[in-house]
């Protein structure tokens, strides 16, 4: 699930990042723009002023000098001077069509506008003539703007709304995109996840994914149906082992208790009726596991007494016959006070039975085994340790880490440890609590159980 | 305890030979067999059995069938026998009127033991005698002798006495104990079950402060020896 909230984070902050970017790129090309422009015209700027300059009057008539005539020429230009009259009393160039006397209103219009179709450009010298400078038509755009301070207070504030809510309207479309995408795919996502972790979700073949969710489900049917089958031949398989088993253990016991046998046989028997033993507990945890792996057997939880259930346990193992290479010792950590649980009373003692069979099992020169039990911060805890040869660092590290025990690695003895112990971590796992192996001191294994009181609400 | 009649009922023709053997070793001689659900249910109308052992897993008739025929007329004692042992099935049996469940392998012993505590339950012996290191309990008066003096025992410390008699040379924890005189609700009867001890102790036990027979497993509970009999 985070790995999906995290894709979708990631994608909604690198779309604002890319809305942000392309904000950025357009504002900073828009001034790109603009300086470019202004720097595309024509080198010089025809100033009008400084052309006045170079008219002037000499001997009674106005005439202009090499640099105001240089300045026209370049600019395919033409002028004229106009007295207070309007009347034109100097000109250069002037087009053939055009009068030589304006009114003042002829006189606005031209300085705003256009002069026929020549745009001009205006200048009231200190001595009270107009300077008029026309320039071929086309060559400057003339235009004229006026607006009421009000209005253009509007239109500012305006341009700003309309910029935010276009914002505003990209990011809400984007999350809301995001968030319908988030919606259609998270339950593929987690289906996905659950498949990969083993468990079969049935999804709705609803909406555009439909296909996709139906595809998923299959996938599961199939799983299901592999693990099905695969829990039921280990079912079948040690149900056809029991009543074989059933002859072997009955026999040898027979004839280990027959004291009309040689000692040797007898011994003999003891050995077979033993390991038949083992076999059948094998065949337990074998069932049990497969079973609570894939969830075929249901948990019933019920009201029970963390104490006298862990009493029982110790108390089955010391009434089936323990070897006096052996010693139990049950210890309670608040002695007198009852500790309740919610929990499978059956699995439970399975569970401690395992815990304890394993250091026998461990420790075949005898080994002396504690089982503790008591509450801590709402927790029962079960403490089983053992003053036997312990456990390598490795395996404890595996163990700890809670990894799928493999039961089939290597040949030795510990293969059916390796059952037993990850059917009490299965077990803790049904009642989520917690299961940690360490060394016991001086030597020997230490295992601490702890497990909610209420498993159904925590 | 010998001469009840026990009916095995298995269609595994060599466990059926097996479970004889076992049965007959231990001093059973009254013994009945059947191979098929149809053949239990005759024999049972013929022979009427104290008690049978049934195989829950038959082609014909399974047990749980066979069991259901049975109870509509009968409370005869019957141990189903599986080779399942699957939770649901225990408990299966144990609705429809099983008195015990044991699953397959079993060890012969807690077979036999099984069925000498259903037996004893069912048909409680006449003047029977239990012996100890130190005295004699008179399970059917509930009386104790102890150097030919006469005590009886209360109620409460009869139950207590069964219940460690049945589970002779096994440890019985103290809830189970609690269980037994108290009824299901035991939580804190630790004290009241320490009392009923320390006078039936006084009762059976030579020295009282230094039990043989009715003896403590720490922080477990209470284990009953009986006394050593030489062969």
Redesign the interface.
């Known amino acids: 699930m985070n790995a999906v909230q995290r894709f979708f984070r990631r994608y909604i902050i690198s779309t604002i990042g890319i809305v942000v970017l392309f904000l950025a790129v357009n504002i900073v090309l828009f001034f790109a723009i603009l300086i470019l422009g202004s720097m595309s015209g024509s080198d010089a700027v025809f100033s009008v002023e400084t052309f006045s300059d170079h008219v002037s009057r000499q001997d009674g008539t106005w005439r202009a000098d090499d640099v105001a005539r240089s300045m026209l020429e370049e600019h395919d230009a033409w002028a004229m001077l106009l007295n207070e009259e309007g009347d034109v009393i100097w000109q250069q160039d002037l087009p053939e069509n055009l009068p030589r006397s304006y009114t003042s209103a002829e006189v606005a219009s031209f300085s705003r506008w256009y002069l026929e179709d020549y745009p001009v450009k205006v200048w009231t010298r200190p001595d009270g003539k107009l300077m008029v400078v026309g320039f071929p038509p086309e060559a400057l755009v003339k235009f004229y703007y006026a607006v009421e301070q009000p209005y253009l207070g509007a239109l500012l504030t305006g341009g700003v709304a309309v910029f935010f809510i276009n914002l505003f309207l990209i990011v809400f479309l984007i999350l809301r995109n995001t968030r319908n995408v988030e919606k259609a795919m998270t339950p593929i996502l987690q289906g996905i996840q659950n498949l990969s972790h083993g468990k079969a979700e049935h999804l709705a073949e609803q909406g555009e994914l439909a296909e996709i969710n139906a595809g998923l489900n299959r996938a599961a049917d199939y799983m299901r149906q592999k693990d099905n089958t695969r829990a039921e031949w280990i079912r079948g398989v040690s149900?056809d082992i029991?009543?074989p088993?059933?002859?072997?253990?009955?026999?040898a016991?027979?004839l280990e208790?027959d004291g009309n046998l040689p000692p040797d046989a007898r011994k003999q028997a003891g050995i077979i009726?033993r390991e038949?033993?083992k076999m059948?507990r094998l065949i337990?945890d074998l069932?049990l596991t497969t079973k609570l792996e894939y969830a075929l057997?249901p948990v019933?939880f019920q009201d029970m007494?963390w104490?006298?259930t862990s009493?029982?346990a110790?108390?089955e193992v010391?009434?089936s016959g323990l070897d006096s290479r052996y010693e139990i010792?049950?210890?309670?950590m608040q002695p007198?006070r009852?500790l309740h649980l919610l929990g499978d009373d059956?699995l439970l003692r399975r569970m401690l039975d395992n815990l304890i069979r394993n250091s026998i099992t461990h420790n075949p020169h005898g080994c002396r085994i504690s089982v503790s039990v008591g509450e801590e911060k709402g927790h029962c805890l079960c403490i089983v340790s053992d003053d036997g040869i312990g456990i390598e660092p490795e395996r404890l590290k595996v163990l700890n880490r809670g990894d799928d025990i493999t039961s089939t690695q290597g040949s030795d003895e510990k293969n059916e440890h390796g059952l037993g112990l990850k059917l009490v971590m299965q077990i803790v796992k049904a009642h989520r609590g917690t299961v940690s192996f360490s060394d016991s001191t001086p030597h020997g294994l230490e295992v601490r159980i702890s497990l909610p009181t209420q498993p159904l609400i925590s | 305890m010998t001469n009840h009649k026990i009916l095995l009922v298995d269609d595994d023709q060599n466990l059926l030979e097996m479970l004889f053997s076992i049965f007959k070793r231990a001093g059973y001689t009254n013994l009945l067999t059947a191979a098929s659900g149809a053949q239990a249910l005759r024999v049972w109308r013929d022979e009427q059995p104290n008690l049978i052992v049934l195989d829950v897993m038959m082609p014909d008739m399974d047990g749980f069938a066979v069991l259901k025929e049975i109870r509509r007329t009968s409370r005869v004692p019957v141990l189903m026998l599986t080779a399942r042992g699957e939770a649901e099935d225990r408990i299966e049996g144990l609705e429809i009127g099983a008195d015990d469940y044991l699953a397959k392998p079993f060890l012969p012993k807690e077979l036999l033991l099984r069925v000498g505590a259903i037996l004893s339950r069912a048909y409680p012996e006449q003047n029977k005698t239990v012996e100890l290191a130190g005295a004699t309990v008179d399970m059917t008066n509930a009386e104790v002798w102890k150097h030919g003096e006469k005590q009886t025992l209360t109620a409460k410390e009869m139950q207590l006495f069964e219940k460690l008699y049945q589970n002779a040379g096994r440890i019985v924890t103290t809830g189970i104990l609690c269980e037994t005189i108290c009824g299901e609700f035991w939580q804190g009867y630790e004290s009241t079950l320490s009392t009923h001890i320390r006078h039936l102790r006084e009762k059976i036990e030579e020295n009282p402060s230094k039990p043989v027979s009715l003896v403590t497993v720490k922080g477990l509970g209470y284990r009953l020896n009986l006394k050593e009999v030489s062969p």
């Open positions: 149900h029991r009543t088993l059933s002859m072997v253990l009955g026999y016991s027979e208790d009726r038949s033993e059948k337990d069932n057997q019933h007494d104490v006298e009493r029982q110790v108390s010391l009434n010792v049950f210890a309670e007198g009852s059956g």
